[in-house]
T-cell receptor, first 110, second 113 residues
Framework: SQQGEEDPQALSIQEGENATMNCSYK?????LQWYRQNSGRGLVHLIL?????REKHSGRLRVTLDTSKKSSSLLITASRAADTASYFC??????????FGKGTLLTVNP | SQTIHQWPATLVQPVGSPLSLECTVE??????LYWYRQAAGRGLQLLFY??????ISSEVPQNLSASRPQDRQFILSSKKLLLSDSGFYLC????????????FGPGTRLLVL
């Protein structure tokens, strides 16, 4: 079963705008990660936030984690056309496995 | 640096035919290896993972099997393909010392007709 659920399923914005994607999960986690997938390609790891962290930044990416609400958000600032992709959250537990959500398809229009 | 390869990139197979997809990792030792399937417009479903040679864990009962004959080689197989086996198959690995972040291969698109 898929633990992470991204919201919205699809998002279309103009270049330069910010994009916010949300992820909700159901069980306790050790970490939450965000991955990006360009159409027809493999996934690329973007950022990892641990269960004892509340916010993390990496370049134009900002991730928040609220373990009390079992939710996370990914903010991409000053979006570019090249940011067009699907974005997935994945939750990591105490084993070797990640559980992925269904993803948010982001379209950035030039 | 580490790299991961998958082949073939695309494959069209008739129903009932066998399948063999290969994944290899370079530049690391004793990685954890994973096979995922992604249906169109969907998330990733974990099929198999392996923590060492000959050690395979299956996540869902299905028409597929996996093997790890060498440390950095992971093979996904089927004796008889079904229409429902169509999808995008992704291999991933994690370093033995850091099993959190997964690194994905380019994927194999399989169409069963």
């Amino acid at each position: 079963s898929q633990q992470g659920e991204e919201d919205p399923q699809a998002l279309s914005i103009q270049e330069g705008e910010n994009a916010t994607m949300n992820c909700s999960y159901k069980t306790s986690i050790n970490n939450l990660q965000w991955y990006r997938q360009n159409s027809g390609r493999g996934l690329v790891h973007l950022i990892l936030i641990r269960s004892n962290e509340r916010e993390k930044h990496s370049g134009r990416l900002r991730v928040t984690l609220d373990t009390s609400k079992k939710s996370s958000s990914l903010l991409i600032t000053a979006s570019r056309a090249a940011d067009t992709a699907s974005y997935f959250c994945a939750t990591g537990g105490s084993n070797y496995k990640l559980t992925f959500g269904k993803g948010t398809l982001l379209t950035v229009n030039p | 640096s580490q790299t991961i390869h998958q082949w073939p990139a695309t494959l069209v197979q008739p129903v009932g035919s066998p399948l063999s997809l290969e994944c290899t990792v370079e530049g690391t030792s004793n990685p954890n290896l994973y096979w995922y399937r992604q249906a169109a417009g969907r998330g990733l479903q974990l099929l198999f993972y392996s923590v060492g040679i000959g050690q395979i864990s299956s996540e869902v009962p299905q028409n597929l099997s996996a093997s790890r004959p060498q440390d950095r080689q992971f093979i996904l197989s089927s004796k008889k393909l079904l229409l429902s086996d169509s999808g995008f198959y992704l291999c991933a690995w994690t370093p033995a010392g850091n099993q959190e972040t997964q690194y994905f291969g380019p994927g194999t698109r399989l169409l069963v007709l």
